[in-house]
């Protein structure tokens, strides 16, 4: 096995737990993203929600330590991510109010999804992770701040898809940005 998880059996797992009821993310986007950093131990993840991205991550890469920031606690993840032997660290608090030193090997900023948010939040992580992706690239504000910074992006093949919630997406995208 390529992974501690492979990714087909990761989504479904995590269809089971309910964490793709209202999350947005396109199925190919997230597996290549875990794929690129399947050899990391440590993540930061600003933006929770449900989890799903966070859970992927976890189950999908080599993931020995993750951290969590959002404005809204939820301790559901926490527990999904332990049980997969995971040590979380939590911070609910707005990314503005962060304060952490811990190192990690990459970070995911999916919050807030204006510029000015997102730059705040690249500020704010860049001394806290080696690489930093940046979520929803394709949307008007963060392709503004992404196309600044140049990076690589990786956007779905599907031109058309509709998330378990019903919605039919517009292009999301992940822009690895360091
Ligand atoms: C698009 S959702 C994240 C989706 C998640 N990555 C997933 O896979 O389900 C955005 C999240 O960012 C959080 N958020 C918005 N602004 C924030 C901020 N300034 N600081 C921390 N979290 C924030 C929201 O509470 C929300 O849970």
Redesign the pocket.
Known sequence: MLYPMEFNRAWREAVSLG?TR????YRDE?QLLCHIFRHTKSYL????????????VGACTEAKHITL????E?KYIVTVLESLGINVETCW??????ELNRPHAWC?L????SYE?TK??YDKCFGLATSIVL??VEMPEVSKLFNEFTGVKIVSSQTSYTSPDGKVLPPLGYGIVK
């Open positions: 964490l209202r999350t947005r993310l997230i993840e600003v933006g929770v929600y449900d989890g799903l991205s966070a859970y992927l920031v959002d404005i809204n939820n608090t707005r990314i503005e109010d962060l995911l999916d919050a807030d999804h948010g705040a939040a979520h929803d």
